[in-house]
């Protein structure tokens, strides 16, 4: 058992990571589909949209053959609406409660419509959203993510001018950073990122951290007001034996490399075993056996009932050969000569229902070694504690607190995604961005 | 099993579908393809006067993606001598002698033309003729088709022609470019007229290209008025069908039924107000000649269903169910009904009712369904929220007269009853 790199030609690379939701390939075949969908009223499929798209009304201008109507629509409720469209879990969300469903069809496509009328719009680079008139206010971002970026977009939009201090080297947060190839690409990331900038009235840095190259307090005294959207930290350490052995990886970390270098370049084990069952777990062991490993098994504490994943991510998943242990918990990794040799597990049961309302793991007792030469870890990240120096802005578990006027405790401090819901959907970050902008034109007075 | 044999005008054919006067009865090669498909007949392609035809010739009309829900044309009569299709005609007769054979006509308006079509016509042994007075397009303009159709007098002038010489039974086919059809259908009745067919194409124009902004069909930079046809126009065929089904004097004589047949539900429409025979064209056109079997089996499916033996019985079964509307029965009152096990939660009843109709739906707001029922005390009866409804007896109209007896609107009148 190795960790090695270079395990496939580069031609079986390019096939393991190409889109995983082909768009349409004609204007017709858009069309077609848009007309199965009956124009609902008060549209489940639009109540179930964080962003609240006007789905029907989108998919309207569709059928009408109005692409450029159907993308101003998409893009005023979400200016991420290509990535959404990608990375959304739509079956969760808007597909899920397509009233098809309950005549048990298949529901009205929607995020392929949506891709399609919003990469239209990009790969045309229609101009659909123009920079308000000046009204003198100066707005620090912090963070260019989906929430940092809705946030500057919404407020360009209104007159304020933009400022984004981004920690990386690139634009896209988590978008780009943090998910699968074969859903969205980095380029693809980046077009999207410059589409939005386009509107102007948005000034990027890149490689500006907050609590390193400046503080809270030296934006305040040049802007009128900052939004937060810095993201989220390292991942979860697990808390167990071995964790610091050669093999043990993080789930973002190992993404990252995927999107960030030659892929032939990435090891992978013959055998991997990732724990958690989030987006990013799934993300991570995918793209674990698309780089060629032999085995890759997926542990998850709790039952079917409880996963955090969509139906769909679990099949794609499941289709490229994962193994998936249900209720099976990590207590140890075993090692030999500093190196991963397998992980201990606890054989869990279902106990009462915590805070969530999901039952919770408890142990049965049983445990049992799985052998593997790579372990990956995807429990979630940490909090990135106090980078705010001065007040306590978090809570216990270090996210961040809001009123009900999207605003810290810090007068004029705003913020927004995973740093404040702890790590949700990319559609939550757009939402939250698109709250704490309005809040913002608020609290400045407009 | 049903017995779909039909007789019109003691023309005999397998099934009374027969190809009605267009592109697909235009030459031999189609004829004998249809006939070998199964169609019990054919109108030959309109033959007579000379011309020549411009390209392109047809456009459609789409609704929701739905494919052309309707369909026009601006060709013009069978553009090849009259002579080729006369023996090509003979040809297929000769194959096909179980099938029905109809030749349109139409020539220039004056006695003679008119008797030496007729006589060379009916000399091949066809078994009828159909004078076109229903050409939209083309021929109007040179005072054929349509022009004749228009105009009762000259109407009857051409059928009188006519009858002088025809041996053969004469269908009269009546164009729907006017207000009122019995007039002319009246005029041709009185003139001699066997039968009458209808309806022929309606004038159109079915869309622009919005880049070029020549309407279609584009012949160059220009377009012109075409004859729509297609599912679309059945409606306003069955509506010139039963007027003229229902006339005292056009009543009186077999009528076939053309304007959008395109399932063999259509056709018992068309059947039972008045049609004894039926024409099709347009669906032929979008699918080609293998409906006959759908349209066959279908009608036949029916029949036997709801135990009808023959087509002749079921002829004009609906027309005394078409009455004018003073004679409706003001107590008859219906209201919707939602089912809420079948209802799929769109709100399309809501929101088409609230916005244009009578309020009569409430809404009971939910995550992410909301629950639509009937306030019948504001529901008129309408029946839009059915209409609208994407599920099939989800909605039904449920009947709740208003009072016992039946009462009309010149009853209440005459009793002097308050609005």
């Known amino acids: 058992m190795t960790i090695q790199k270079n395990r496939l030609s580069e031609e079986t690379y390019q096939a393991n990571f190409q889109d995983i939701h082909p768009p349409y390939r004609s204007e017709e075949s858009a069309v077609r589909e848009a007309h199965r969908c009956i124009n609902c009223f008060d549209a489940p499929c639009t109540k179930w949209c964080p962003s609240g798209i006007d789905i029907p009304g989108f998919i309207r201008r569709i059928a009408s053959g109005d692409d450029k109507g159907a993308a101003r629509t998409i893009f005023t409720s979400n200016i991420m609406g290509v990535a959404c469209s990608k990375v959304c879990p739509v079956e969760r969300l808007c597909e899920g409660v397509c009233v098809f469903t309950l005549l048990k069809e298949k529901p009205v496509a929607i995020a392929r419509l949506q891709r399609y009328a919003a990469e239209k719009a990009l790969r045309r680079n229609w101009k659909l959203f123009e920079k308000g008139r000046s009204n003198g206010k100066r707005v620090a971002v912090i963070g260019a993510g989906p929430a940092g970026l809705a946030c500057a977009h919404t407020l360009a939009l209104n007159g304020v001018a933009v400022t984004i201090f981004e920690k990386e080297a690139r634009p896209g947060g988590l978008m780009t950073y943090g998910i699968a190839a074969y859903k969205v690409t980095t380029e693809a990331c980046h077009e999207e990122v410059d589409y939005i900038l386009s509107i102007g009235g948005i000034e990027l840095f890149c490689e500006k951290e907050l609590g390193k190259d400046f503080t809270i307090k030296d934006l305040q005294s040049k802007y009128d007001a900052v939004f937060l959207s810095p993201g989220m930290g390292k991942t979860r350490r697990l808390g167990i034996p071995g964790e610091t052995l050669k093999g043990v990886y993080d789930a973002l970390s190992f993404i990252r490399r995927i999107r960030t270098e030659d892929r032939a370049q990435i090891e992978v084990g013959d055998k991997v075993v990732v724990i958690g069952l989030g987006m990013t777990a799934i993300d991570a062991a995918t793209q674990a056996r698309r780089l060629g490993a032999g085995e890759v098994t997926l542990v998850y504490r709790r039952s079917e009932v409880e996963k955090p994943c969509s139906d769909r991510e679990l099949e794609i998943a499941l289709l490229d050969g994962c193994r998936l242990l249900w209720l099976t918990a990590p207590v140890g990794i075993q090692g030999k000569e500093g190196k991963v040799t397998g992980l201990v597990c606890s054989r869990m049961k279902l106990g009462k229902k915590d805070s969530t309302g999901r039952r919770l793991p408890v142990v049965t007792g049983e445990t049992f070694e799985l052998e593997c030469d790579m372990v990956i870890k995807a429990v979630g990240q940490e909090p990135l504690g106090d980078l705010f120096s001065g007040k306590d802005i978090t809570d216990k578990n270090g996210k961040i607190v809001l009123d009900d006027h999207f605003m810290t405790c810090i007068p004029g401090v705003f913020a927004g995604g995973d740093a404040v819901n702890g790590g949700k959907e990319v559609v939550h970050a757009v939402q939250a961005g698109k709250e704490g902008a309005k809040a913002i034109l608020g609290y400045l007075g407009r | 099993m049903a017995d779909l044999r039909s007789t019109f005008l003691g023309i005999t054919s397998p099934n009374p579908f027969w190809l009605a006067s267009a592109p697909p009865t235009d030459k031999k090669i189609n004829v004998l393809r249809a006939f070998e498909a199964g169609w019990g007949g054919v109108v030959w392609k309109t033959i007579g006067a000379q011309i020549r035809n411009v390209s392109s010739r047809y456009s459609g009309f789409s609704y929701r993606g739905a494919g052309p829900v309707g369909f026009n044309n601006i060709e013009l009569i069978s553009d090849r001598p009259a002579e080729v299709n006369l023996k090509e005609i003979r040809e297929v007769m000769k194959a096909f002698p179980d099938r029905a054979m109809v030749v349109s006509l139409m020539t220039e308006n004056n006695r003679e033309s008119w008797h030496e079509l007729v006589k060379k016509t009916q000399d091949t042994g066809v078994h009828g003729i159909e004078l076109n007075f229903g050409c939209p397009h083309g021929m109007v303009e040179r005072g054929m088709g349509a022009a004749v159709g228009q105009v009762p007098d000259i109407a009857a002038q051409i059928v009188e022609w006519v009858m002088e010489t025809a041996t053969i039974p004469v269908i009269t086919k009546l164009t729907p470019n006017v207000h009122s059809v019995v007039p002319v259908g009246r005029a041709v009745v009185e003139a001699g007229s066997n039968g009458i067919s209808l309806i022929n194409t309606i004038q159109s124009v079915t869309g622009i290209n919005l880049d070029t902004l020549v309407p279609r069909p584009e012949v160059g930079d220009h377009s012109t008025f075409g004859g729509y046809c297609g599912a679309a126009v059945k409606p306003i065929a069955l509506k010139f069908l039963t007027s003229l089904a229902q006339d005292e ?171």
Request: contains cysteine.
């Open chain 2, 249 to 419: 004097v056009t009543g009186k004589i077999p009528i076939s039924g053309i304007g959008g047949i395109s399932t063999w539900r259509d056709a018992v429409e068309f059947i039972l107000l008045g049609a004894s025979n039926l024409q099709v064209c347009t669906a032929a056109m979008l699918n080609g000649f293998r409906i006959i079997d759908d349209l066959c089996e279908g009608l036949r499916n029916w029949m036997d269903e709801k135990g009808y033996k023959t087509i002749d019985e079921m002829v004009g079964l609906s027309l005394p169910r078409i009455t004018r509307w003073e004679e409706l029965d003001l107590n008859f009152h219906v209201v919707a009904r939602i089912d809420q096990e079948k209802c799929i939660r769109c709100g399309k009843c809501y929101i088409a009712c609230e916005d244009t109709s009578h309020q009569a739906v409430s809404l009971e707001a939910g995550r992410p369904y909301n629950v639509y029922t009937i306030k019948e005390e504001d529901c008129v009866g309408c029946n839009l929220c059915k209409i609208v409804c994407p599920v099939p007896d989800c909605i039904t109209m449920t009947e709740q007269r208003k009072g016992a007896e039946y009462l009309n609107w010149s009853e209440f009148q005459r009793r002097n009853m308050p609005l």
